[in-house]
């Protein structure tokens, strides 16, 4: 019987959160305060610096959310901490396996090695109980230490043993490009734990996402792009054989306009992008049902396509509901469907 994966969903980080410090980090512990402007999104003291918590992090916030036409999302199901009722809002969707990713690190925590160290680490511990407690069902991609690299094999190792089943990248990561040698060990890392790196919508870089400041598309958005199209021109798949990309809720429309900028380049470059790009370089692409999938798909193979409803955020993102009923649109073959619900997530996050 297949197995439905939905690709890209979400956790709203909570108080809860960072209740698996180390004793010695406690300092570091977001502190909760009101908002005087806004009652409805509280804030969070990280590292001195007050940020907005993510949206319905406590009840205060958005009590619930609507989720292709079922019944509503609530503080506990978004945040997990009723992992039961999440389990039974899969069933009624139709889901076995959920795929977490963050929320509050779609932008930088810290600039401070230390404090972005003690918070990961509670991070990835919480996520792996919320694992154990789902029996399998909640997966979840890790959030590696990006400056202290020295800590991430360690942080892959024990992030494989328990249901992790990718590496949390942002396009831009601090001050560097993904193809900067210096997060080598980090893909080496990934590839030992047999963990694709899969770059999400967001970014880590401070200077750039103050230039983009209130237009939401060029900074979450473009940097993934651009890591896509520089991770193929940069050859990285090639340095790093067997080591699985995914580039996650950004759309899927971009990929033919990259693609032949690509060929452009590198035919100028005296060498080919080959046929199959996706395939042969082992990268996955989140689509949207509000994608134009056959003219996409006339551009690559529905072997690398995945979806994710984008469970726990209010956003454009697509729903698998919509895309089950392509099946029955006629312009797209019902076994292109099956592969970007369930057989091509398995392969990507080598869930069995």
């Known amino acids: 019987m297949q197995m439905i994966i939905d690709s890209d969903c979400h956790v709203i980080e909570s108080d809860q959160t ?37 949206f319905g992090t406590t009840s205060t916030g958005a009590a619930s959310e609507q989720l292709s036409g079922f019944s509503q999302t609530t503080f ?16 009624e969707l139709g889901v076995d396996i959920q795929v977490l990713y963050p929320t509050i690190y779609l932008t930088r925590v810290s600039e401070r090695p230390e404090v972005e160290l003690a918070l990961s680490k509670s991070y990835n511990r919480w996520l792996a109980d919320i694992y154990w407690q789902s029996k399998g069902r909640l997966r ?30 942002r396009g831009y990561e601090g001050e560097r490009r993904l193809t900067d040698e210096y997060f080598d060990p980090l893909y080496a890392a990934a590839l030992d734990n047999d ?10 870089n401070a200077a750039f996402a103050r230039l983009a400041e209130g237009d939401a598309y060029a900074r979450n958005k473009l940097p993934v792009i651009s890591a896509f199209h520089s991770i193929l021109f940069k050859r990285l798949p090639q340095k790093f054989p067997g080591l699985r990309f995914a580039f996650v809720e950004v759309a899927a429309n971009w990929l033919p306009y990259i693609l032949n900028d690509l060929r452009r380049r590198v035919d100028r470059e005296g060498w080919d992008l080959g046929e199959d790009v996706l395939g042969e370089n082992r990268m996955y692409v989140a689509c949207q049902t509000n994608d134009d999938l056959p003219y ?18 209010s956003d454009t993102s697509s729903e698998l509901e919509a895309l089950r009923h392509l099946k029955s649109d006629g312009r797209i073959e019902p076994s292109v469907i099956d592969k970007i619900l369930s057989e091509n997530p398995s392969k990507l996050y080598a869930i069995s």
């Open 18 to 54: 960072w209740e698996y410090l180390d004793p010695q980090d406690i300092e570091f512990k977001p502190k909760a305060i009101e908002n005087p402007d806004r009652p409805d999104r509280p804030l969070w003291v990280i590292d001195g610096h007050a940020r907005q918590r993510p």
């Open 76 to 91: 506990g199901t978004r945040s997990l901490a009723d992992v039961d009722a999440r389990l039974e809002h899969m069933d």
């Open 140 to 169: 979840w991609v890790a959030v590696p230490s990006l400056d202290s690299l020295e800590e991430v094999p360690a942080q892959l190792k024990y992030a494989k043993e328990n249901g992790a089943v990718g590496v949390f990248m």
């Open 195 to 204: 963990l694709p790196v899969t770059v999400h919508a967001g970014c880590g």
């Open 296 to 313: 996409i798909l006339e551009h690559v193979s529905g072997n690398n396509l995945l979806i994710g409803s984008d469970y726990g955020h």
